[in-house]
């Protein structure tokens, strides 16, 4: 059983559209993330969620939209994509909210390529 | 700010020969640390983590790591490298009071037969 999955696992999409990456966990977890893996391999948190609200907003611009219709789904809506969008998208899961010594669970990541 | 640094692209070692990567760290308070492994088109696997306590950690795949308060280190060793060991690692450490981690640029571990 996949814990944390993510779909789709590869997206091709031109610029201007829109597009949405789905994550759901099965562990149970309390609070969920999105991170941004950009080329270069770094890494660096975009959202987070607790029980459905919104914890953590890092800078990220007004087209990256996430959603949470439970605590165990973490969508990702980007509207009008561009180049500097290409990435790979990691959602994560934890238990609890705030300790900072939650240990997160990835999924195997989204990987967008804007065109 | 809370951040850590990993002063190295690459390391390369043989199979069979100890491996260190190294992780730096600059924070507020009390450092919760973590290391996590990446292998090719996966996500982040937990290695290992240091809330508090003794010093040296272990974690999975017989990795352990060591806590340096005064170097500010955070390093992760193994006293026996596999070819199965090679890897992007990735050190980070918790923002003050979130779990939001922040993580080092990544280290490639290349294990040569």
């Known amino acids: 059983d996949t814990a944390v999955s993510q779909t789709p696992k590869y997206l091709v999409t031109q610029m201007g559209n829109d597009k949405s990456i789905k994550c759901e966990q099965n562990l149970g977890h309390d609070t969920m993330y999105w991170y941004k893996q950009d080329s270069k391999k770094f890494l660096k948190i975009m959202f987070s969620?607790?029980?459905?609200?919104?914890?953590i907003n890092e800078t990220v611009p007004n087209r990256f939209s996430p959603k949470s219709p439970d605590k165990a789904h973490l969508n990702l809506h980007i509207n009008s994509l561009e180049l500097g969008d290409s990435a790979v998208y990691f959602c994560?899961?934890?238990?609890?909210?705030?300790?900072?010594?939650?240990?997160?669970?990835f999924g195997a990541g989204s990987r967008l390529t804007v065109l | 700010a809370q951040s850590v640094a990993q002063p190295e692209d690459q390391v390369n070692v043989a199979e069979g020969n100890p491996l260190t990567v190294k992780c730096t760290y600059s924070v507020s308070g009390n450092p919760y640390l973590f290391w996590y492994v990446q292998y090719p088109n996966r996500g982040l696997q937990f290695l290992l983590k240091y809330i508090t306590g003794d010093n040296l950690v272990k974690g999975s795949y017989g990795f352990e790591a060591e806590f340096n308060k005064s170097q500010t280190s955070f390093h992760l060793k193994k006293p026996s490298a596999l070819v199965s060991d090679s890897a992007l690692y990735f050190c980070?450490?918790?923002?003050?009071?979130?779990?939001?981690?922040?993580f080092g640029t990544g280290t490639r571990l290349q294990v040569f037969p």
């Open positions: 969620y607790n029980n459905k609200e919104l914890i």
């Open positions: 980070a450490v918790s923002a003050l009071n979130t779990d939001k981690l922040i």
């Open positions: 994560a899961s934890s238990r609890g909210l705030g300790s900072g010594a939650n240990v997160l669970t």
